[in-house]
């Protein structure tokens, strides 16, 4: 029974407040709780492994070929070689290095090219995509149809 009665000389004190040490802020507080993470960045590096990406595909010489005549139909029409048609949509499919391992994503993009850029291997849109030739692996769009259009005309 004694026990139950022990602090009631204390229990109605003021809260105690040092002179000499400042009082610890409620975050500073509340960060003693918190759990220790003893293997910061694990969850990051996990997940990044899981990251899937695809493996480059080295293009053919014949593919190589007709991606380099597509690129000159392209000049020249650029140069205004195709009659004063304008500059037609043009679909590109590339390969993007992925910046963190090896691999990376084939994709695609579409717009009209506003340069392309011979001593730095680049074709650049009119949207500000920058494209690296060596990685374009598809070309398609109307300037090609109509270029097999003339072919076939007697």
Do not use: C
């Not at 849109?125 to 076939?152: S, W």
């Amino acid at each position: 029974m004694n026990d139950e009665h022990k602090y009631d000389d204390i229990i109605n004190l003021p809260h105690h407040v040092s002179v000499r040490h400042p009082q610890m802020s409620l975050i500073d507080r509340a960060a003693q709780f918190s759990p220790f993470a003893a293997l910061t960045g694990h969850d990051a590096a996990i997940k990044e492994a899981q990251r899937l990406t695809d493996e480059w595909v080295e293009l053919d010489e014949s593919r190589k070929e007709l991606l380099d005549e597509k690129l000159q139909m392209i000049r020249e029409s650029l140069s205004g070689g195709m009659g004063g048609q304008g500059l037609p949509e043009i679909l590109f499919t590339y390969f993007q290095p992925d910046e963190k391992k090896s691999g990376g994503a084939y994709l695609s993009v579409q717009g009209k090219v506003k340069k392309i850029d011979e001593y730095g291997h680049q074709v650049i849109m009119e949207n500000g995509t920058v494209l690296t030739i060596e990685h374009i692996v598809d070309i398609e769009g109307e300037l090609f149809r109509i270029y097999e259009d003339l072919d076939m005309q007697p």
